[in-house]
Every structure is written in C-alpha cells, then in structure tokens.
Antibody, heavy 122, light 111 residues
Framework: EVHLVESGGALVQPGGSLRLSCAAS????????MTWVRQAPGKGLEWVSA????????YYADSVRGRFTISRDNSKNTLYLQMNSLRAEDTALYYC???????????????WGQGALVTVSS | DIVMTQSPDSLAVSLGERATINCKSS????????????LAWYQQKPGQPPKMLIY???TRESGVPDRFSGSGSGTDFTLTISSLQAEDVAVYYC????????FGQGTKVEI
C-alpha cells in the first residue's frame, strides 16, 4: 500500500525557516500530484499547497503564499515544503497526501502520511 | 473561494442507531461536463491522519463498510452512518475538490 513519511518538523522561532520532507514509496510517485494539508492543535484541516506530477504547476493557500514553497524530486520520490517567515499561526501538524491524478485540480487526496509537527514559538 | 459548512458540529448517537452529517458548499461543486460532484468525506480518528471514505459525493472508497453512504448534489450533501459502531467514533470532514480544495470545519461523532 502507499507509504508516505513526513520529516523535518521542529520547534522554530517566529520569523525562522524550516523544510519539511515527505518520502513516498510503494507507488509510482512521478505520475501523481501531491499536496500538503495542515491541522493546528485541536482544530480542523486546512489545505496549504499542491504540486502537479511534473512539478511544473504549483498552488498555494492565501495564508502561506509568498512564504512557503512546494517542490518535488521525482528521482528521490520526495516531496518538500520550504517554509520561511514562520508565524505562530503556522503551528500545526503538516500532512503530505497523494492526489489521484497527475494534475492538482479535480483531484482528491486518497492516501495521507502520519504528519510532521511544526511549532512556531519563542 | 468555496466555503464548506458542516452541521452539526457534534452529535451523540447510540450504538446501532443512524448518524447523519450535513455539508453545504457556498457554490455548486457539480462539474457539468461529467455530471460528477467533486465532494469527498474523510474520517479522522484521534492521533491518526484522515482517511477517505467517500468521493464523488456517493462513491465508497474500496474497503469502506457499506454502513457509510453519501448523497446529495450541487451544494448540499449528506454522510450517513446507517448503524453506528464503536469504531466509528471520529471527526468527519467534507471536502470539495472542484476548485482550490476546502474542508468543512468537521463534525465530531460520539456514542
């Protein structure tokens, strides 16, 4: 079955940076779009960003646009989220998820990782 | 952006009874070219990632028990658990994937 493992979560000061990784296995990573979804402690799910299978097309929520960058390395079966200018409100569990087609739109998340915890605090 | 609103925020149901969760989108998520509603339902148990139950508003994901069913079209959708089991205690989210993905706020189901 699809396997997604996030890493890179940590405690970081406001204004700091962090890069999350998501290692994918047991499916052909290069032909599926991928996405990041976050969940603040005790709160609901918030879509953050998504990237097409080729990496050519990327999309962001308004709350992170200009601060976060999504990317992927299909040779390493790995998805990334570079997070800069972090704020307290970015504190959350960050999930990576596989989408069901090569393109982002009209595509649902069918498998999710266990998440990486990012805490932004001084 | 499309806003998703679920009701109720929480509900308590006896074992074996029916649970009904509603989800309303601020715009239609029906794609006219294929007549499919781009609406999914997820189940999230404590300490676990979300698990997809239903897609295209009414299609059960492989392996999902048939006591879970989805219905609705356009802007109004429903997730029904026909006979609640102890393992169904969770938070349930609807999500539209017609445009920029958006989730409802979640509905907590308890016994």
């Amino acid at each position: 079955e699809v396997h997604l493992v996030e890493s890179g979560g940590a405690l970081v000061q406001p204004g700091g940076s962090l890069r999350l990784s998501c290692a994918a296995s047991k499916f052909t990573f290069s032909i599926y779009a991928m996405t990041w979804v976050r969940q603040a402690p005790g709160k609901g799910l918030e879509w953050v960003s998504a990237i097409s299978a080729t990496g050519v097309s990327t999309y962001y929520a308004d709350s992170v646009r200009g601060r976060f960058t999504i990317s992927r390395d299909n040779s390493k079966n790995t998805l990334y989220l570079q997070m800069n200018s972090l704020r307290a409100e970015d504190t959350a569990l960050y999930y990576c998820a596989k989408l069901t087609s090569p393109e982002v739109w009209l595509s649902r998340s069918d498998f999710w990782g266990q998440g990486a915890l990012v805490t932004v605090s001084s | 952006d499309i806003v998703m609103t679920q009701s109720p925020d929480s509900l308590a149901v006896s074992l074996g009874e029916r649970a009904t969760i509603n989800c309303k989108s601020s715009q239609s998520v029906l794609y006219n070219s294929n007549n499919k509603n781009y609406l999914a339902w997820y189940q999230q148990k404590p300490g676990q990632p979300p698990k997809m139950l239903i897609y295209w508003a009414s299609t059960r994901e492989s392996g999902v028990p048939d006591r879970f069913s989805g219905s609705g079209s356009g802007t109004d959708f429903t997730l029904t658990i026909s006979s609640l089991q102890a393992e169904d205690v969770a938070v349930y989210y609807c999500q539209q994937y017609y445009t920029t993905p958006a989730f409802g706020q979640g509905t907590k189901v308890e016994i």
